[in-house]
């Protein structure tokens, strides 16, 4: 076999295991949250003391992602993401051994810690992997995180039928997920920095250039984080539906968003990011109208899954971006991700806040103006995608990760 033709191969290789820490990732998010109502039985909380507790994942990953770029820079990208993720896995243990509300929050607190830098650092090493590959593949990982996700999340939802302890729960599928993301991480690029090249600060804010990229992302995820956690709410209450069929208007998003993930590249390698998150902002923008003018469930379930399939792959694309708009990936990514980690901690309340004060209708029409902005800015992601894929060195590309 050719030296270029091996090159290749370890290039898959990479992909594939970088897909795998992305799965691991993802089951780890969904193995917690098939568990919450037992997590909130045994550190004995109200719903709105859960509330406030769940606010800690999204407080803990924004502080800590800024420090995901240091430790690349200081261990190398491999080691750092195994580290890392080796601390996310562990941390699915912490909050079912809570037993009061401030325990809960410290738990939450590290385990959105950890999810945070090692998104960050998976993130950053994908984008890598895609330039070197000269194909967009971004979107096809988030989607292997959202079939994660869904593992996790059918597993637990067995554990929960079953009646089984949160805390031997966790325990098996932490130990379970720590061995499959060492095995997975051992794939990946083994990144490390130019030897001239100055380590980033500690903490910074998002550089310039993550800005409008992140805010891009913000209103991506904003409709996301409503439409998770208000479709079956608006189906119920707007509607009159039954339990049953307002459930499965969450399902269909969720299912919709992880089809479409994981068919995104093809389309993002065939049109571009620009044109597809564009197109994809139509569809959301007729999602979310279909969602406001509903007079039937199924018209509603219908705009909830244009809305899943509209915005499915702008956040992939969004760090794809960042990692291409600057000399740093890690530090670009990390500002994109605590932009679109800022977005998923306000969107739900801030739904439910001004559906307090008007109604869900008109909530959902601000989701509708946002999935429209993404149609107007998405010109900012030129910098992301196959283009800056296509603009990397060639011989990157032939000898394979710096080591």
């Known amino acids: 076999m050719s030296e270029v033709g091996y090159d290749k191969q370890r290039l898959k290789r990479a992909r594939l295991a970088v897909a795998a820490v992305f799965c691991v990732h993802g089951a780890v998010a969904g193995s917690f949250a098939t568990r919450v109502p037992w997590i909130q039985d045994h550190a004995g909380v109200s719903a709105g003391m859960l509330g406030l507790a769940l606010a800690f994942p999204a407080i803990g990953a924004s502080v800590a992602m800024p420090l995901a770029s240091r430790i690349s820079h200081r261990f190398g990208a491999r080691n750092a993401l195994r580290g890392l993720l080796v601390m996310w896995t562990l941390a699915l243990i912490l909050p079912a051994l809570a037993p009061n509300l401030l325990t809960l929050c410290l738990a939450l607190f590290v385990y959105g810690a950890t999810s945070g830098m090692s998104d960050v650092t998976m993130n950053a090493i994908g984008v890598e992997t895609e330039a070197r590959m000269r194909k967009s593949i971004m979107s096809g990982l988030h989607g292997m995180w959202s079939v994660g996700a869904l593992i996790g999340s059918a597993a637990g939802t067995v554990a929960a039928h079953l009646g089984s302890d ?7 599928a932490s130990a379970a997920l720590t061995a499959l993301g060492l095995v997975a991480c051992q794939g990946v690029l083994d990144l490390q920095p130019e030897p001239e090249e ?23 995820v904003f409709a996301e984080g409503a439409s998770l956690d208000w479709s079956a709410v608006y189906l119920r209450d707007v509607l009159d539906t039954s ?27 065939r049109f ?15 999602g979310g109208l279909l969602v406001v003018l509903a007079t039937h469930p199924v018209m509603a379930m219908g705009g909830f899954a244009l809305l899943g399939l509209g915005i499915a792959v702008v956040v992939p694309l969004a760090f794809a971006a960042a990692g291409h ?18 977005s998923s901690l306000i969107a739900p309340s801030a739904i439910g806040a001004l559906a307090e004060a008007t109604s869900l209708v008109t909530s959902f029409g601000l989701v509708t ?19 800056a894929a296509q603009a990397a060195p060639a011989d990157t590309a032939a000898h394979g990760p710096r080591s």
Do not use: W
């Open 166 to 172: 949160a805390r031997l729960h966790h325990l098996l």
């Open 243 to 269: 339990a049953g069929v307002a459930a499965a208007s969450t399902t269909g998003f969720t299912l919709t968003m992880a089809v479409a993930r994981l068919a995104g590249d093809a389309v993002v390698d």
């Open 198 to 220: 100055e380590a980033p600060p500690r903490f910074s804010l998002p550089p310039r250039s993550a800005l409008l990229i992140g805010a891009v992302g913000f209103c991506a």
């Open 325 to 342: 708009s600057g000399p740093n990936p890690s530090q670009a990514i990390a500002g994109v991700a605590t932009i679109t980690y800022t």
């Open 272 to 286: 571009g990011a620009v044109r597809t998150v564009r197109a994809g902002g139509v569809l959301a923008a007729v």
């Open 369 to 387: 103006l946002l999935a429209c902005g993404l149609t107007v800015f998405a010109g900012v992601l030129r910098t992301g995608g196959r283009k």
